[in-house]
């Protein structure tokens, strides 16, 4: 018997190799699948970002992202405009908090490991890959709402199947066979390695906005081609309206507080630093921009058509198919418009949410969980905790989703304080991935007291305004306050962590001054490595492993 469970932990157990192809041993934070992206898996160009952050913001929950602040007195385009500019400040937080991820080509989880210690890392790291499910969950029952549009497009007799599901699930038995189908479409993509993606990226990007710009014109049309929404004027003024104007602006900012967050695990796949950059800056606000004009337009549309505004496209597509409106060629353009918000909906899930929980959970448990083995175990977990029914029984669930940014722009000023001030651009790789006592992100057993005390101190001044989201009565100065929460805790930590260093400097950290980050960075185990370095200079830099023996680049750009 106990052969048999050996040979099970045999087979659980990750197998990395060296540079030379063979078996090396993997530790308790190392295996290939986190180690630094190798040369031949660095295939994302400036054009792939460029199209990614279309593809990424191409989602249906992004159509009607910017509809709270209409709701609430200010205009379609005072809305949008507030939404355009938090999202171009967090393109440029996701720039400078992705560099090390661009030069180094490691995640999240590994780079946390620099500013709060190998083992304090895995609690940033557990934070976000509990939140990555959650969200996973969220988006694959969005994705099985508009499978359920597609096929009651094609098929009227789902709408008729008895819902057994009960009050307290947002999704109908109907909907819950769509949610199982769709889930294994999500789980079947998985399987594509995340280089080779690039191409889902284009046809994401034409399939979407197909889609959208289809149902734009069809739903314009319906409204007579000037519908009156988007012409109101604002009902609110004066003061309230400069507290709701800042509100939504830092709001377009903090809704982003993931990307930035997780922003080296997607720019570890870039093939030079410089290609990231572009996109991250103008690409991401100005997709942002199209998809919710487009969003706006149509939800405007709805109450010229239906007497009534209807934020959620999809709604609105199955309301178009409501009794004498369910005519050939309604059924034919929601079937279209849904299917392409299907496929849009799958990419959408694993680039927001598979790619950064596979990267956390890998990280985790490195010695029995790969990057990919970790895409599935995310997809499992978020269809263990019922997503439909959290979304219908828990009146805060997304309030609490949302204010959760408070914790994650703590996190997001620690690190880009610890790689652009502290270790001015230089990291030791092959130390990122031991635990050794002598090692120099071991910090106090395995933990940066800095990067937690920065981290705490950021947190408490946004905490009562988080309770105040939750429920908890709160002054009208704290729930403003609470307005500037993301900007106020990502600077708090990021200067009390400066501080900290300043005070009780890391260990082996140089005082010398300058820029120390390299040209280009190689992995001690990338086949393609002894090739590649020699053409190429870099900064003086030397990289050593555990022994003091050097692994990395010296001045000569030779190993």
């Not at 020699?534 to 050097?550: F, I, Q, R, S, Y």
Request: a positive charge; hydrophobic letters at 50%.
């Amino acid at each position: 018997m106990s052969s048999i469970w050996e040979g099970i932990h045999e087979r659980l157990l990750v197998k990395s190799v060296d540079q030379n192809g063979n078996i090396r041993p993997v530790g308790v934070l190392d295996n290939d699948s986190i180690r630094p992206t190798p040369t031949k898996d660095r295939k994302w160009t400036r054009l792939t970002y460029l199209f990614f952050w279309f593809s990424a913001t191409a989602n249906v929950s992004n159509l009607y992202a910017s509809s709270t602040g209409v709701s609430m007195g200010l205009t379609m385009w005072e809305a949008i405009a507030c939404s355009f500019t938090g999202q171009f400040l967090a393109g440029c937080l996701m720039a400078l908090n992705g560099r090390a991820g661009a030069m180094y080509r490691i995640p999240f989880p590994v780079l946390c490991r620099s500013s709060f210690g190998p083992w304090g890392a895995l609690w940033p790291t557990f934070n976000r890959a509990v939140m990555s499910i959650v969200w996973n969950g969220v988006n694959v029952t969005q994705g099985a709402q508009c499978l359920y549009v597609f096929l009651h497009a094609i098929f009227p007799s789902i709408a008729r199947i008895p819902d057994r599901m009960g009050p307290k699930s947002a999704l109908s038995s109907a909907q819950m066979i769509c949610f199982l189908v769709y889930w294994l479409i999500n789980c079947a993509f998985l399987v594509v390695p995340v280089p080779k993606m690039k191409k889902l990226i284009y046809i994401k990007v034409v399939v979407y906005y197909g889609g959208a710009f289809a149902m734009l014109a069809w739903v314009v049309r319906l409204a007579g081609g000037n519908p009156p929404a988007i012409h109101e004027a604002s009902t609110v003024h004066g003061r309230a309206k400069s507290w709701l104007i800042c509100k939504f602006l830092i709001l377009g900012l903090a809704s982003c507080g993931t990307f930035i967050s997780n922003a080296a695990d997607l720019q570890r796949y870039a093939r030079k630093p410089s290609d990231v950059i572009l996109a991250q800056v103008i690409s991401f606000p100005l997709s942002g921009l199209l998809v919710a004009v487009i969003g706006n337009i149509i939800a405007g549309c709805s109450r010229s058509i239906f007497g009534e505004l209807i934020w959620n496209p999809l709604t609105f597509l199955d309301k178009l198919m409501d009794g004498e409106r369910y005519t050939p060629g309604n059924r034919a353009a929601c079937a279209f418009i849904s299917l392409a918000f299907v496929y849009s909906t799958v990419f959408s899930a694993i680039f927001e949410n598979s790619i950064p929980a596979g990267n956390d959970i890998a990280a985790l448990l490195p010695r029995y969980i790969t990057v990919k083995r970790g895409f599935f175990i995310c997809a499992i977990l978020s269809f263990a905790i019922c997503p439909w029914y959290l979304l219908a029984t828990a009146a805060v669930f997304i309030t609490f989703l949302s204010s959760y940014q408070i914790f994650l722009s703590a996190i997001a000023g620690v690190l880009i304080c610890d790689y652009y001030l502290i270790r001015r651009g230089w990291l030791d790789i092959p130390a990122l991935y031991t635990a050794r006592t002598d090692g120099v992100y071991y910090f106090f057993h395995g933990f940066n007291l800095r990067g937690f005390g920065a981290y705490l101190v950021a947190v408490a001044p946004n905490f009562y305004g988080f309770l105040n989201q939750m429920g908890v009565k709160a002054p009208l100065g704290i729930q403003r306050f609470y307005f500037v929460a993301y900007p106020v805790g990502l600077l708090i930590a990021f200067g009390v962590y400066y501080l900290g260093c300043l005070v009780w400097p890391p260990a082996e950290n140089e005082k010398t001054g300058g820029w120390k980050e390299p040209k280009e960075y190689w992995d001690e185990f990338d086949p393609d490595r002894v090739d590649g370095v020699e053409a190429v200079t870099v900064l003086p830099v030397v990289v050593k492993d555990e022994n003091g023996a050097k692994t990395g680049l010296d001045v000569s750009g030779k190993v």
